[in-house]
């Protein structure tokens, strides 16, 4: 703590005073640069990240094949014995080329079956406007009929996963369908 002269009165004040206690001049105050780059700094950097949080955890919605993958998710699993034993591990999409339209969305999919044990199949939903009907998985073989829908089921799969545009986010699917419960 310095004395410095009042430039108003010229009575020895001390440096740290706002106001000379003699006159009542208001000293004015010098802005350290330093402090005000560093404050800006953080004021920019809170910003920045306030921002980013923002389009990071904003997700998107599910998009129109999402949403419909989501009702096969949901239709399949409430057809297990155990359905918390559902893991999906990839979906899949394809346009029907013989009926206008249609569309099928393949799960393939692991859980446990009526005896304790664990299956992998995929699963295929035909789809058509709002309507989603349950086709068969390439697992079924009680008849003749069952055997070539699921040899169709898995000609069907093996081409797709040629395809990586037909990917359907499995990691989106899964969220909603597990916010579903």
């Not at 003699?22 to 404050?39: A, L, T």
């Amino acid at each position: 703590m310095a004395l410095i002269k009042c430039p108003e009165c010229g009575k020895e004040i001390s440096d740290t005073v706002k106001r000379c206690p003699n006159c009542g001049y208001h000293k004015k105050i010098k802005f350290d640069k330093k402090k005000r780059i560093i404050g800006g700094g953080v004021v920019l950097f809170v910003i920045i990240a306030c921002i980013a949080i923002f389009i990071f955890t904003n997700e998107k919605p599910l998009n129109e094949l999402e949403q419909k993958a989501v009702k096969c998710v949901l239709d399949y699993k409430s057809m297990l014995k155990n359905p918390d034993s559902l893991q999906v591990h990839d979906i899949r999409w394809e346009e029907n080329e013989l009926v206008d339209g249609m569309i099928f969305i393949y799960l393939d999919t692991s859980g446990q079956n009526g005896f304790g044990g664990n299956t992998r199949d995929v699963a295929r939903y035909g789809i058509k406007g709002e309507e989603i009907t349950y086709q068969g998985s390439s697992d079924d073989d009680d008849s003749s009929w069952e055997e070539l829908i699921a040899e169709n089921i898995e000609e069907g799969w093996q081409e797709l996963q040629e395809n990586d545009n037909s990917v359907i986010s499995v990691e989106r699917v899964m969220k909603e369908v597990d916010s579903k419960k």
